[in-house]
């Protein structure tokens, strides 16, 4: 296997042996590993006021220290969660796999005026509907994960590349998409009782 599900290849390593013989030293520095996340920087910033709006409405529940950072760890590990406890692999892939190919950019449809020609000498203006896409401008998130939780997150991908239809997904983007698709959530659906549910998801882990 040559295929990387994150930066540090830790799968990888492991199947070649590369990290079985390890001093006590050396697994204490590499506990934890610091993860770069890529997000839209509205979608971070409509993060910073959900997070904000969570302190607000719900007091001592919800620790000063939380962040936006913490809650995307949250997304991801229930996500994996999740998979590992029933979800269908297929689907999960998908799903994905789908997010991934518009992860950080902005489609919208637009009109463009095309001049097509009716004979020799006669041309006409017609539209025709395009979709633009546009870079969007992007927010780095540097996130603390365990090492163990990274290498759940790289064998998941591993079993799910079968269904990725050859979308190259590793687990920084897996972090990405779970806290992208959370927040349309918010942004669409407010205060119904799918949210409330995962906001009460969130407390619990907070408070336990």
Avoid at 143 to 159: A, N, S, T
């Amino acid at each position: 296997m040559k295929r990387s599900y994150s930066e540090y290849d830790i799968l990888l390593g492991r199947l070649n042996g590369s990290s079985m013989t390890r001093t006590f030293f050396q697994f204490i520095k590499t506990y934890k590993k610091k993860l770069t996340i890529k997000i839209p920087y509205y979608e971070y910033l409509r993060g910073q006021v959900f997070v904000e709006d969570m302190k607000i409405a719900y007091g001592d529940k919800v620790p000063t220290s939380f962040n936006i950072a913490e809650l995307i760890y949250m997304l991801y590990d229930d996500f994996l969660f999740q998979v590992q406890t029933g979800g269908e692999h297929e689907i999960a892939a998908k799903f994905l796999a789908n997010e991934k190919r518009s992860l950080g950019q902005n489609r919208k449809k637009a009109e463009k005026k095309i001049l097509r020609p009716i004979s020799t000498n006669v041309f006409s203006f017609e539209y025709e509907e395009i979709e633009e896409v546009k870079e969007e401008q992007m927010a780095y998130l540097e996130i603390l994960i365990k090492e163990q939780e990274l290498y759940r997150g790289e064998v998941l991908l591993h079993d799910l590349e079968p269904y990725l239809e050859n979308e190259l997904v590793m687990v920084e983007d897996v972090f990405a998409i779970m806290y992208l698709d959370f927040i349309q959530r918010v942004k669409k659906l407010g205060n119904s009782h799918e949210v409330k549910s995962s906001i009460q998801g969130i407390l619990y882990k907070l408070n336990n």
